[in-house]
């Protein structure tokens, strides 16, 4: 899979590594952010998986939320992919900040022209699995997801579309409700056609009445004062449609906090506990 590492810095006694491969989900070359705690040589670890928002790439977790201090004291790798295929030449790519590169949504796209590269979903939920399953000490049976924004959406739809794949699933201000926000709705149309039927398959809010996995906590984070909360997110919609499904789901109001890498940071030891409980037996 021409896997090449880019980067290599201790950190926390563990590595915080950064490599390329070429994706043939994708149709182009991706990179990967992994950072590996001190024990990575001597066992099959668990993993969690971050999904970034829009505009960000592999780089902006790595080096904005203070994780590894975390994921060291847990003993968790932690993967940190790209957030959309890149330089794929597509018209109209880079227009928007929004749509395009740094904006993959984690959909399989369907329509012209975006279809033969814009399978985030396939990428994140299979393809880069595999990958790090065959080349780290990642156990594929203990593995979670978490996110932001975008991805925070991302890691949604990708454990409740797939039950018992991933143990846990935390989200940081998540965009819950795509099909009913301006960011969902231009990228869901864009990438996925005007049928908003088939928008639903990737919206939380309309999957979790579907779910018939496992009855994990969802563990969701949403600062008050997020510039994005009333025009974009609706963690209450999705609250709603998890009583209504009986799905658990636990929401965390943080006063004062906005959409920013300062609040992610301020929380995400409390996300890696969180996960920690499931995935460290
Ligand atoms: N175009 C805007 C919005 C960009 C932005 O705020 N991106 C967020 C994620 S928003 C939802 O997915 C982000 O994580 N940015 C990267 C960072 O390091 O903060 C703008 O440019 O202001």
Known sequence: MSLKQLKVNKSFGGLQKVYSHDSSVLGCTMKFAVYLPPNADS???????????????????????????????????LVMPDTSPRGCKIPGEDDSYDFGTGAGFYVDATEEPWKANYNMYSYITEELPA??????????????????SMGGHGALICYLKNPGKYRSVSAFSPICNPTQCPWGKKAFKGYLGPDEESWKEYDATCLVAKYD??????LIDQGTDDEF????????????????????IVLKKRAGYDHSYFYIATFIGE?????AKHLVE
């Open 131 to 148: 990958l790090i399953n065959a080349e780290f000490p990642a156990d594929a049976q203990r593995q979670s997801i978490m996110g932001h």
């Open 271 to 275: 996300h890696i506990e969180h996960h």
């Open 229 to 248: 909360l009333k025009d974009q997110l609706f963690p209450d919609n999705l609250v709603q449609a998890c009583k209504e499904a009986q799905v658990p």
């Open 43 to 77: 066992a099959k670890l668990p993993v969690i998986y971050w999904l970034s928002g829009l505009t960000c790439t592999e780089e902006n977790f790595m080096i904005k939320a203070g994780a590894q201090q975390y994921a060291s004291r847990h003993s968790i790798i």
């Open 213 to 218: 996995g496992p009855p994990t906590d969802i």
